[in-house]
């Protein structure tokens, strides 16, 4: 869907497990959220939508992460 920039992959003792992944672009984020969103993947239904809220990276505005 685009070029990803950063991805956090969250494993959690007990599943699901869940992942953030930024994008370089923002239309590249939406067609991934259109694309993937309800998806089967190995026997399971994928979740994909927008993050709310951002990583907190200082100076770095949440608006140029998508």
């Known amino acids: 869907y685009g070029h990803i920039t950063h991805i956090d992959l969250k494993v959690p003792p007990r599943p699901p497990g869940y992942a953030?992944?930024?994008?370089?672009?923002?239309?590249d984020a939406e067609d991934a959220i259109r694309g993937r969103d309800g998806y089967d993947f190995d026997g399971h239904r994928l979740?994909?939508?927008a993050a709310h809220g951002g990583r907190g990276t200082g100076n770095s505005s949440s608006r140029d992460r998508y």
Request: net charge negative; proline share 0%.
């Open 20 to 27: 953030f992944v930024e994008f370089e672009d923002y239309q």
């Open 47 to 49: 979740r994909v939508e």
